[in-house]
């Protein structure tokens, strides 16, 4: 069964410093993967997908993921952090089966705070 | 293009009576999913329609949940006889076709508080 874990439910940068929010995923075919940004009293916006076509993804807002395989991971960075990035974060997984329909199974979610 | 559409945005109820949340797909989208965001917590899949069929409700409770998707209007979650736990975010979200590399767009969400 497919499964997401994003370790660390709190993260916390400086503001202009690196962001790195960690996914790992299971799965036993190759997936597909999402990851979605949740400003306070909002819905979920995709911010990037993986789909197979390259393993490293360019999303909106300067975010990008690389899909390692071998690590079966999906962290999500931004080079330099800015206030408008504390938000909630979800990376998901989907896998193409064989029922009428791919289910997709979000992680718990990491919350970013920005240090100014 | 209109995004997904949900109404109301928040909703207050006293125990025991009913909610009734109404999501609009984007337009030319017929696959509808929605999900409860507790507190504190991640999204947790409820139930997935398509136009007058339910697919699969399997995280939806069994008691005094239901949701439709009619063949015209949105689609509803309908919470009968409410209780204080079910205070949350309920989000809808609607795709082009249901394949794993599809991406679901997301409603505002509605937020509902049990007194």
């Known amino acids: 069964a497919q499964s997401v874990t994003q370790l660390g439910s709190h993260v916390s940068v400086s503001e202009g410093a690196l962001v790195l929010l960690r996914c790992n995923y299971s799965s036993s075919v190759p997936p597909y993967l999402f990851w979605y940004v949740q400003y306070p009293n909002q819905g979920l916006q995709l911010l990037l997908k993986?789909?197979?076509?390259?393993?490293l993804v360019k999303g909106i807002n300067g975010f990008e993921a690389e899909f390692k395989k071998s690590e079966t991971s999906f962290h999500l960075t931004k080079p330099s952090a800015h206030m408008s990035d504390a938000a909630e974060y979800f990376c998901?997984?989907?896998?193409?089966?064989?029922?009428?329909?791919?289910?997709?199974?979000f992680g718990p979610g990491t919350s970013l705070s920005v240090i100014p | 293009n209109a995004g997904v559409m949900q109404n109301p945005r928040h909703l207050v109820r006293r125990r025991g009576q009913e909610a009734r949340l109404r999501c609009s797909p984007m337009k030319g989208h017929s696959h509808v999913y929605w999900y409860r965001q507790l507190p504190e917590e991640g999204l947790k899949f409820m139930v997935y329609?398509?136009?007058?069929?339910?697919?699969?409700e399997s995280g939806m409770p069994k008691e005094r949940f239901s949701a439709e998707f009619p063949k015209e209007g949105p689609s509803i979650l309908r919470i009968q006889q409410v209780v204080r736990g079910d205070s949350a975010a309920y989000f809808c979200?609607?795709?082009?076709?249901?394949?794993?590399?599809?991406?679901?767009?997301f409603g505002p969400g509605t937020r509902l508080l049990v007194l």
């Open positions: 998901a997984v989907s896998l193409s089966g064989k029922t009428s329909y791919d289910k997709v199974i």
């Open positions: 979200a609607s795709s082009l076709t249901p394949r794993a590399r599809e991406t679901q767009y």
């Open positions: 993986y789909t197979s076509a390259a393993t």
């Open positions: 329609l398509q136009k007058e069929n339910i697919i699969d």
